[in-house]
């Protein structure tokens, strides 16, 4: 299909489900949160079932042509996965730079990061099983993952990224066995810390993603726009992604009215070009989205663009998440329109 649309990752969790305000109040979670949820141990799994049912229909009824589970599941992006692994004491956490420059409380590791047990892939099989559309879930990068954490353990900053790496690879091709159509890993931190992202930082990408066959994407943003307020007029990490052995890069345009000239660079991948604005309230029109994706069109192939947003949606209220995908979605028509049909 020409155009298809799709989400990034996360869609609003419940208020009955997760306490927002407390939500939005801190810091994304690199630890464990559990004070996050309203919902007793023994009834949390299945209450994320029914909040999880709730996010696949919300994107099947907006008409996307790629869900996710819209990580209900996690209290943040990456610490689901990054706190399940061996060689991180969570009881004794240590202290990291947010990309913001706060300090926030991180696993610390202090043996070598292993991979215990299928982490996502419940998550993957629940999802594949309550949707006939392509499905698509996220799990955090080895370098975002590193710099989420405090090393007590390694020598060198190159050698823990590899083994994280080493643990993001075996997820991936678990996530690939059990019916993934497309898996993503979240590299948000490839852009805060760009100078580390080319020393050893793509290398560790590419270990995440060696041997696999299956569609894979990458996703590069300057952050949350509910946590990062300022942003950049351009990247600072984005065309050393050409060398990395992903299909697809995921991407914002909207918020940083990015200079779309560079997504040049990126030639021969799949772009999932973000159009929806996170930073504002209101419902895009169709013809803004139509207009934002029209930028990008003189530098990337139509069959090339994948719709989404500039990045997860978790911090918006639940009706205008759903109403901006519904409008993505009929921007996703008009350009089929004026460039051609699926």
């Known amino acids: ?12 969790q419940p208020e009955w489900l997760i306490d927002r305000a407390k939500l939005a109040g801190r810091f994304p979670p690199r630890v464990r949160a559990q004070e996050l949820w ?24 907006a008409g996307l042509d790629i869900v996710s589970d819209g990580e209900i599941r996690r209290e943040s992006y990456s610490n689901r996965f990054a706190t399940a692994l061996e060689g991180v004491d969570l009881d004794n956490p240590g202290t990291a730079l947010d ?58 900053e190159e050698e823990a990224a590899m083994d994280y790496a080493a643990a993001v690879n075996e997820e ?8 993934a159509d497309v898996v993503q890993i979240d590299e948000p931190y490839m852009q805060a810390r760009p ?15 060696d041997g696999i066959t299956g569609t894979t994407a990458v996703h590069i943003c300057f952050g949350y726009a509910a946590i ?5 007029s351009g990247y600072s990490f984005l065309p050393e992604l050409a060398q990395c052995s992903c299909r697809q890069v995921s991407l914002e345009t909207a918020q940083s009215h990015l200079d779309c ?32 994706i029209e ?31 519904r409008a993505m979605v009929e921007a996703a028509k008009v350009l089929r329109g004026r460039h051609g049909s699926a």
Do not use: W
Request: charged share 25%.
């Open 99 to 156: 990309r913001s420059g706060h300090p926030n409380p991180v696993p610390r590791i202090v043996g070598r990061i292993r991979r215990m047990h299928a982490v996502e892939v419940d998550d993957l099989r629940f999802l594949r099983a309550n949707t006939d559309r392509m499905v698509k879930i996220t799990v955090p990068g080895p370098f975002t993952m590193l710099q989420q954490a405090q090393n007590d353990f390694y020598a060198s």
């Open 261 to 292: 000239s560079v997504l040049q660079s990126l030639d021969g991948k799949r772009l999932m070009v973000g159009c929806i604005d996170l930073s504002d309230p209101n419902v895009e029109s169709v013809e803004t989205i139509v207009e934002r």
């Open 228 to 232: 990062i307020h300022e942003r950049p």
């Open 38 to 61: 309203r919902i007793p141990p023994p009834y949390l799994a299945e209450a994320q079932d029914d909040a999880t049912l709730i996010a696949i229909r919300a994107q099947e009824d």
């Open 172 to 179: 991936i091709r678990d996530l690939f066995a059990a019916g």
């Open 195 to 209: 100078e580390k992202a080319r020393q050893y930082g793509l290398k560790a990408l590419n270990r995440a993603l």
């Open 1 to 12: 299909m020409l155009f298809p649309t799709t989400i990034v990752g996360s869609f609003p």
């Open 295 to 325: 930028r990008a069109l003189p530098y990337v192939k139509p069959e090339n663009v994948i719709l989404a947003p500039d990045c997860g949606m978790k911090y918006l209220p639940r009706e205008t998440a759903f109403g901006k995908l």
